[in-house]
């Protein structure tokens, strides 16, 4: 190698490859100290705040947000009996029972950790070839003694009618039977336990598993 072409590389290419090098690092993995620190074994689930038009919104996805957590290994206070509870006590809604206090909720109802939810997007959404079910929630695990942060992530999934390579007619037939079939039974339950499972799951950012996790699935 001359001198001339030792100092192009040097100073010209080596720089341009750090960088791309840099550009290139993969994402930092998730944070889980306060996670590890705090040893949580049980989550209450509170009611999504809903930022949706579909007013079912809250307790469609709420029914789906228990068994994910369980199987991580925490027990899941009965999103239903708490859902009652906070009703009965002068809650109405899931906005108000998002502003009762984390010193209320560890005292009156025990869990080491809170998860709040808030429904970002949600529902079909129709075009003129095909409509979309769309599901996008935001997840905060926060400690109920301390209110750290524990964990937090965002779900988020959609389903598509499209019809890849049919052509126009089918684009249609396709997207008219979808509307059909979207009127009479509704697809967001399964495309929010689709959202769920890659929030929870995810290799690099999901909830690390619990105490109760199965013993081969400890991490």
């Known amino acids: 190698m001359s001198l001339l ?12 490859m750090l960088v791309i090098t840099g550009c290139a690092t993969s994402p930092t993995p998730y944070d ?33 947000i228990s068994r994910p957590l369980g199987e991580k290994g925490y027990y899941v206070y009965p999103v239903a009996v708490i859902d009652i509870f906070m009703k009965e006590n002068g ?17 009156h109802i025990g869990a ?20 979309n079910t769309v599901v996008h929630v935001s997840m905060r695990l926060v400690d109920a003694r301390t209110g750290v942060k524990l964990w937090s992530a965002r779900a988020s999934a959609v389903r598509s009618s499209d019809s890849g390579n049919s052509g126009l007619v089918g684009a249609l037939v396709t997207a008219v039977a ?14 929010a336990r689709m959202a769920n499972n890659q929030a929870i799951y995810d290799s690099r950012s999901g909830l690390l598993n619990g105490p109760y996790a199965k013993p081969d699935e400890q991490q």
């Open 91 to 107: 809650l109405p809604t899931p906005e108000e029972m998002n502003l009762v206090s984390l010193d209320k909720i560890y005292q």
């Open 112 to 131: 080491d950790a809170v998860l709040y939810t808030e429904i970002i997007d949600w529902g079909q959404k129709y075009t003129i070839l095909s409509s």
């Open 5 to 16: 072409t030792r100092f192009v590389f040097l100073v010209i290419i080596l720089p341009v």
């Open 32 to 64: 889980y100290d306060a996670l590890i620190a705090a040893k949580p074994r049980s989550i209450v689930v509170i009611p999504p705040k809903n930022n949706a038009i579909e007013v079912n919104a809250p307790y469609v996805y709420l029914s789906t």
């Open 178 to 191: 979808s509307q059909i079939v979207n009127s009479i039974s509704d697809q967001t339950p399964e495309v």
